[in-house]
């Protein structure tokens, strides 16, 4: 891989929101602050991104407003959990 090619590859837009950037961000500097090294924790994060499935990339299961409800320690907007009557 060239120069232009590493440049490119770098400048690519993410399709992380701010939010998710930012818990990315948070995570990776615990880590760090526990005497992680970067590279291991770089490997790590490489192989859990790898363990996902794709089902989960392309359909979502839980919206952004959820998850930055729940790390603030709010319910999320739930809906009524229905009961099969037997």
Known sequence: MNRSQKRARRT?????????????KRFVRVLARCGCPPRDIAAEVA??????PKSWIYSPR????????AAQGRRGV?????????
């Open 62 to 69: 839980v919206a952004i407003r959820d998850l930055d409800a």
């Open 47 to 52: 192989q859990a991104c790898y363990a996902v």
């Open 78 to 86: 739930r809906r009524p959990h229905r009961r099969s009557r037997q």
């Open 12 to 24: 690519r837009a993410s399709m992380l929101d701010v939010r998710a950037i930012e818990a990315v």
